[in-house]
């Protein structure tokens, strides 16, 4: 299964933390830690898996994809393959794509609700469960809009509390 | 609203800083202290806001603070329970933030976690599908087993959604709620297996559930062969296929009649697909389950030789990762690809030089490790330091693997191990410092050339400047005092042992070094004060060893190489003529000036280890100096030098020394039998306060009694030896001591007499009196367990490896409890085969389950509903697979019998599994399903 999905910017700062079975927040901030201390030393034009070994424990092992100053990383054990792993980093970012158009690192840490919107409509519990950027940018889109509507209403509702209350 | 004890003002919530004003405040302020300062005030705010009763406010509270918590390591678990009431709100988007914050910060712990039990239930069945999907995604992270078996009836209904949406979340969301609570298998299992033939989009999901399963624990899931087969055939979703690849090869390994039928297909998807990651699958599953396939196999080694060749550097370090798979079974495959292999130990990418040395070390055999250590030697001098160390590593645990199984040369490989030594990078000194102890203790014939590669460690002075390898000038070190006597030249290693730079070395390996020049010096005098003992002594070695048989070739090669005393038959014929030129008067006495003259100083080293060994050797050599010149003033003859003070004790020294140390068994003490009456798990507590009372005596009559108990590295085995002659000196005392502890605490004691008594055909762990017999035992275990081993083809015989345990047997071995895993598939075993075969785990299960309920009453009552549910469902499913059956006639290519048998065998199999009620009379007709132990496969794949 799918372990962890993180975020990192090239200077060590998480922008987006996943993680798929329970670990403390204290441990997680640990892990990215040591996952980007490693990161940032692998050179350019190099393969993008990482044994997981002391790092992540025995069968463990990461993929990851630098854009622009961002490291995309996938976590994962053995029943699961590396390349399509790769893959769904593509897709993912291809769908941050599609919700950005043009997507900058900015539009990433505004966006913080989205990013775990998006995330879970692809990844349940550590299993994949839809690959298709269209079928995810559909649903994202209409939670979107019960978000909105909803805002929006509960909007309406304050300020006339205001007003009468 | 202001008033309520500091509660948030209708300010605050007028003015709240939302998530965005939050993040960009943060970016503001530079990372440090401002920065914290910022955080910190932002989560007063929130502490405040989030006790607001305006939803709104309250949602953007704990959204900042999930963004703090995930991002920033915030901790949040106070706000816990805000967030539970937060998920009750009727807007989505509160409801939203609730559950995320839920999910990012829950713990098993969390004590309000029981107050989402009814929330989650509502929204699962919510009739907005994106609830369901809050709920569930929620709940597939936080879920506990009590999660789990409240909510099981509600997934179960979500399984049979009409909506995609919900049944691929809801079954991804099964995993974790298998995992938690075993017992819901009985219950959702069906309706997992039902979504293997439904709708392609909930596919991946639910094979994914299934892989999960399989990998735990394959055999349970091979009923469903035919289903799986199914899809592999059918489905193009690459996902899907590489789900059920990996399936496969999981259940492949326990049911051999399988790989027939699924190799075809696969291979066929390794031909077809443009995908890389599918055509690495069908390689990996190929090569890792179906190796026998030669066909298959061919196909596999092609598509790696692509990989290989690709200029994507992923694809190449899986291409290498795919020939390690292939390796063990089809070394032809490897040696194809011999030239990338070897050319990407310099490949830039590290991860494509660690494959690549490990498929080098998986090709390693007796014939060839020669040659393969040579050129890794010269590849690990032009790699970066990191690399270099991975590259001995490697070679040093592969050639010492089963106790150096694969060496048969062992002169050349302890030359090669002063080879590495010499590397300037080397890091590795504590492995090659075991290995050359090691090997020194294991086999007899290979000491002279250890003291030949020690010799020259020793006297290269530019080795000591170098830390790391300190180790391994330690093991040089006790290797030449232990084995002097196959020196060619002892005073040339005394002096290189006495030499000044090796005040660099650390007190505890220069103690080591002392202590050898002390062992040196005992030998020289031997020999020179009493030679003929010495003649004696070393044909007596010789003659120790009966199976000391050289081949004739064997006999010659060491003249040949010119060294005169590489084996010790040649030592014994050129002992006496070398002896005699060596040990002249004038060397002696110039290396009594010598130990004299640079050993004085250390006479006051504040390292007691190392004063005491100074003191021992100056000892030695001042009353050997003295006599010695004595004799030398009043011109005697050397004749009366047996009647010498210096002769007597040396000869007692030497005999002392002489004593040769084997391995010790890791298991010998185990090996004792444990006399009757004897408790062993008795609690010892009382111990402790005994071992307070009398902490030295116990340490030190342990050092006498089980003095080389651990063959092990450090200076552990090294001063133990030591302590050897300096136990001598206190062995009374400490004896008198020891009997004194065994009449205080006699009960921990073993019964001596007893013990040697009903000593069993093993050698006794360590009887120092008994120390010959043992070799010679040892020496002939070795030999016949050599002798199945052996080859006749083997040109030159091995040298005799001592080996104690035969195939190193690991004493313990931990059972694994029962886990969860082993409750899923007893449950899914039952639901499957509906049988008895699996009696036990049901029962195993079902007293878990007894376990649970009597802990909460109103569990009873929803499994009880679950099961009703359950068999209401069943028939109306059952009558719906018999048309299912019917309509998928041609699924399998083969031939219309098969095929139809296929159908029958499905369709059996189904109605077996639907309602275990009817199971009885089913084995009756059918009998096919009771093979106990053993679940049965369909015929198909036959």
Redesign the interface.
């Known amino acids: 299964m799918i372990k962890a999905m993180l975020v990192i910017n090239n200077q060590g700062k998480s922008r987006l933390a996943k993680f798929y079975n329970y670990t403390p927040v204290e441990q997680q901030q640990q892990l990215i830690r040591s996952i980007y201390s490693v990161l940032c030393l692998q050179p350019e034009n190099v393969s993008n898996f990482i044994e997981g070994g002391l790092l992540l424990g025995p069968d463990s092992r990461l993929v990851y994809k630098l854009f622009a100053t961002l490291y995309f990383v996938f976590v994962f054990d053995n029943s699961e393959n590396e390349l399509a792993m790769f893959d769904l980093i593509q897709v993912y970012v291809e769908i941050l794509e599609k919700c950005f158009s043009n997507v900058c690192e900015l539009d990433i840490v505004l966006n913080y609700g989205k990013m775990h919107t998006i995330l879970d409509e692809m990844i349940v519990g550590g299993q994949v469960v839809e690959t298709n950027s269209d079928i995810v940018m559909k649903a994202v889109e209409e939670i979107s809009k019960l978000e909105t509507t909803t805002a929006a209403a509960k909007l309406l509702s304050k300020s006339t509390s205001l007003l009468w209350g | 609203m202001s008033g309520g004890g500091g509660g948030p003002s209708l300010m605050d919530s007028?003015f709240q800083r939302t998530?965005?004003d939050l993040?960009k405040g943060i970016?503001i302020h530079t990372p440090g202290a401002a920065q914290s300062s910022f955080i910190s005030k932002s989560l007063d705010e929130i502490r405040r806001e989030i006790k607001s009763t305006?939803?709104?406010t309250k949602s953007t509270a704990l959204?900042k603070l999930t963004?703090l918590?995930?991002?920033h390591?915030?901790?949040m678990s106070w706000a816990a329970f805000h967030a539970v009431e937060l998920t009750s709100s009727p807007?989505?988007?509160?409801k939203?933030?609730a559950y995320?914050a839920a999910s990012?910060?829950f713990?098993?712990q969390t004590d309000v976690l029981l107050l989402l039990t009814n929330q989650l239930r509502k929204d699962l069945s919510s009739a907005?599908q994106?609830e369901v999907?809050l709920a569930?995604?929620c709940l597939?992270?936080?879920c506990t087993p009590h999660f789990a078996r409240d909510l099981t009836p509600d997934i179960f209904t979500l399984l049979a959604s009409t909506k995609n949406?919900i049944r691929?979340?809801s079954?991804?969301?099964l995993?974790?709620v298998f995992t938690q609570y075993p017992d819901a298998v009985r219950v959702c299992f069906k309706r997992l297996v039902e979504n293997l033939e439904a709708s392609t989009?909930t596919l991946?999901?639910t094979v994914?559930?299934f892989?999960?399963l399989a990998?735990k624990e394959p055999r349970s899931y091979l009923p469903l062969a035919p289903e799986f087969y199914r899809i592999l055939v059918d489905s193009r979703n690459?996902?899907v296929l590489?789900?059920v690849l990996?399936i496969f090869a999981k259940l492949a390994k326990l049911e051999p009649r399988l790989a027939k039928k699924v190799v075809e297909p696969i291979c066929d998807h390794m031909k077809r697909s443009e995908?890389?990651?599918l055509v690495?699958?069908c390689v990996r599953t190929i090569v890792s389950s179906f190796y026998e396939y030669e066909f298959a196999v061919k196909l596999a080694v092609a598509k790696i030789r692509e990989f290989l060749l690709d200029t994507d550097?992923?694809l190449?370090?899986?291409g290498l990762q795919g020939l390690l798979l292939v390796a063990p079974n089809h070394s032809w495959a490897v040696l194809e690809n011999k030239e990338v292999v070897i050319k990407s130990l310099s490949d830039?990418?590290?991860?494509?030089k660690?494959e690549a040395l490990r498929l080098v070390m998986s090709m390693v055999s007796d014939d060839n490790v020669v040659e393969i250590c040579r050129v890794l030697i010269g590849y690990s001098l032009k790699s970066d330091p990191e690399f270099c160390n991975e590259i001995l590593m490697s070679m040093l645990s592969t050639c010492s693997r089963n106790v150096y199984e694969i060496i048969v040369d062992f002169d050349w490989y302890v030359s090669l191990l002063g080879e590495m030594a010499r590397i300037p990078h080397c890091q590795n000194g504590e492995e090659i410092e075991y290995q050359l102890i090691d090997i020194g203790m294991r086999v007899k014939d290979v000491r002279p050339e250890l003291v030949r590669v020690g010799r020259d460690l020793l006297i290269d002075p530019a080795l000591l400047g170098n830390p790391f390898i300190h180790r391994i000038l330690s093991a040089a070190a006790w290797v030449s005092g232990e084995y002097v006597r196959f020196s060619r030249n002892p005073f040339e290693i005394m002096e290189a042992l006495l030499q000044p730079r090796t005040n660099l070395l650390p007190p505890s390996i220069r103690a080591v070094y002392i202590h050898s020049a002390y062992k040196v010096l005992s030998f020289c005098l031997h020999s020179f004060l009493l030679p003929n003992r010495t003649a004696n002594f070393l044909s007596e070695f010789v003659d120790m060893e009966p199976d000391f048989t050289y081949s004739e070739s064997e006999r010659e090669l060491p003249e040949t190489s010119g060294l005169s005393e590489t084996n010790a038959d040649n030592a014994k014929n050129s002992s006496s003529s070398l002896k005699k030129d060596t040990f002249t008067r004038e060397s002696v006495v110039n290396v009594l000036t010598l130990i004299l003259t640079s050993l004085s100083p250390l006479a006051g080293s504040h390292d007691v280890e190392l004063q005491e060994r100074v003191r021992n050797l100056l000892g030695l050599a001042q009353l050997a100096q003295q006599e010695i010149s004595y004799h030398d003033d009043h011109k005697e003859k050397m004749v009366d030098r047996d009647d010498l003070k210096t002769s007597i004790i040396i000869r007692l020294i030497n005999d002392a020394l002489s004593e040769d140390f084997g391995p010790v068994s890791l298991s010998a003490q185990e090996r004792v039998p444990v006399p009757d009456g004897l408790v062993l798990e008795e609690n010892l507590s009382k111990l402790d306060i005994i071992c307070a009372d009398v902490q030295l005596p116990i340490s030190k009559s342990f050092s006498l009694v089980v003095r080389p108990s651990f063959l092990q590295t450090d200076g552990d085995s090294v001063s133990s030896r030591q302590n050897e002659e300096e136990s001598e000196t206190s062995a009374a005392e400490s004896t008198s001591l020891l009997s004194e502890h065994r009449k205080r605490h006699g009960l921990f004691y073993l019964p001596s007499d007893n013990n040697q008594n009903t000593s069993t055909g093993f050698p006794p762990a360590n009887d120092p009196n008994k120390k010959d017999n043992d070799v010679e035992d040892l020496v002939k275990l070795t030999e016949e367990s050599l002798a199945l081993k052996r080859k006749s083809n083997l040109a030159r015989p091995r040298p005799v490896v001592v080996k104690l345990d035969e195939g190193e047997r690991h004493p313990i071995t931990v059972k694994k409890t029962q886990s969860n895993d082993d409750l899923i598939s007893g449950a899914v075993r039952d639901v499957l085969l509906g049988n008895e075969a699996s009696s036990q785990s049901n029962q195993s299960s079902g007293r878990r389950r007894g376990k649970t309920l009597s802990k909460v009453d109103q569990g009873s009552e929803s499994k009880d509903n679950m099961e009703n549910f359950e068999i209401g469902n069943s028939s109306k499913r059952r009558s719906k697979h018999r048309i299912h059956g019917k309509d998928k006639k041609h699924p399998s290519p083969g031939n219309n019998v098969e095929g139809r048998d296929e159908n029958g065998e499905i369709n059996k199999k189904k109605s077996g599994s639907r309602h275990g009620r009817h199971k009885a009379r089913q084995r009756a007709d059918g009998g096919i399903n009771v093979v106990v132990q053993k679940p049965v496969i369909p015929d198909f794949l036959l």
Request: positive net charge.
């Open positions: 007028l998530l965005d993040i970016r305006d939803l709104q959204q963004y918590h995930s991002l390591g915030i901790d807007s989505f988007i509160h939203k933030t995320l990012l910060s713990r098993p907005n994106h999907s569930l995604e597939s992270v936080i949406f691929k979340k079954i991804a969301c995993l974790m989009e991946a999901a994914g559930v892989c999960e990998c690459n996902w590489i789900k990996k995908a890389k990651s690495f699958e550097l992923n190449k370090y899986l830039v990418d590290r991860n494509i660690l």
